[in-house]
């Protein structure tokens, strides 16, 4: 049971879905009216002749990347995962499983997707559906290249720019923040219950090493034969004793500080034994949108309470 959960989680981090999303998060408000652009507009292969007016987005992290660039009232159906900002306009639409004709009955001038499953991208082509793929960053630099390509598409690129302007200030302001270390504090990210983890080679390890912080899961997958994320033992993380925990399984399957300290052997962890265990946003902490910020924020306020 929970191999398939971990496999699901694995997928979700891969595409940048949440396992399971509890629909909590900001509010989405109007946003102003669309600026004007020179068009057509060219992003990759997809050519857009006039502003798009009925966006379908297919993907949580496609979703709030619209939002954040403004083209919010442009977005007319959201994936049944996409739950940031609150009230986007969620439909039945399958991220995992997408339907070409589910998608083409909404009648949009743009799909964005966050994956290809099933080789939907080539059935909405087919069906002259402008689609454009802003697949799972694996690096930061990717994802700010996929904001500013989603604000040029939509005729938001000023929107876009200010988007990535902000979230480099605020990290370098993150990271700077950082108490400086003789020895670098050595972690342990939870993805599921049955010791899944992400090393430093993914995305969201290059945010924990980008604070300083040093992945025990690092040497489980040094062949990389694990695709960044490995399966570590019981016996393996209590050897490796991380100073701290952080748990991406907190709402999706019920992790918390209590049942961490709860498992059997495991007393004798650092992070365990002084606290040092944070429960993270699933969803945030499955995404490479906008609100990477936020997650760099959690990570470095929990550095900087250990002396």
């Not at 068009?39 to 979703?63: E, F, M, N, R």
């Not at 049955?194 to 040093?214: N, R, V």
């Not at 002084?274 to 995404?287: E, F, H, M, N, T």
Request: proline fraction near 5%; include cysteine; charged fraction near 20%.
């Amino acid at each position: 049971m929970l191999r398939r959960r971990a496999l699901g989680l694995l997928a979700g981090l891969a595409f940048g879905l949440a396992a399971c999303s509890t629909g909590n998060g900001g509010t989405a408000t109007p946003t102003a009216t669309p600026t004007s652009a020179a068009y057509p507009v060219t992003v990759g292969s997809v050519t857009l002749d006039k502003q798009p007016a009925k966006i379908v987005s297919l993907g949580p992290t496609a979703t709030e990347m619209l939002y954040a660039v403004n083209a919010g009232t442009q977005v007319v159906a959201v994936d049944d995962q996409s739950n940031y900002p609150a009230g986007v306009p969620k439909s039945d639409l399958s991220a995992y499983k997408p339907s070409a004709e589910a998608i083409a009955a909404k009648n949009p001038d743009l799909v964005v997707l966050t994956n290809d499953s099933d080789k939907i991208v080539d059935q909405l082509k087919a069906l002259k559906i402008p689609t454009f793929l802003v697949p799972a960053a694996a690096t930061l630099d990717e994802a700010y290249a996929e904001i500013a390509d989603l604000g040029k598409l939509t005729g938001h690129a000023d929107d876009a720019a200010k988007v990535v302007a902000d979230m480099k200030s605020k990290l370098d302001t993150i990271v700077k923040s950082v108490k400086a270390r003789t020895k670098p504090l050595t972690y342990f990210y939870e993805v599921s219950p049955d010791l899944y983890s992400a090393t430093s080679k993914t995305f969201i390890g290059s945010i924990f090493t980008l604070l300083g912080l040093q992945n025990v899961a690092d040497a489980a997958d040094a062949d990389g034969k694990a695709f960044g994320y490995p399966q570590l033992s019981a016996e393996a993380l209590v050897k490796a004793n991380p100073d701290l925990i952080f748990l991406a399984d907190a709402k999706c399957c019920q992790q918390t500080a209590d049942t961490v300290k709860a498992r059997a052997g495991w007393s004798g962890i650092t992070a365990v034994s002084k606290g040092q265990i944070v429960a993270l946003d699933d969803d945030i902490a499955s995404r490479w949108g906008p609100r990477i910020v936020d997650l760099a924020q959690t990570v470095a306020t929990s550095v900087n309470q250990i002396s």
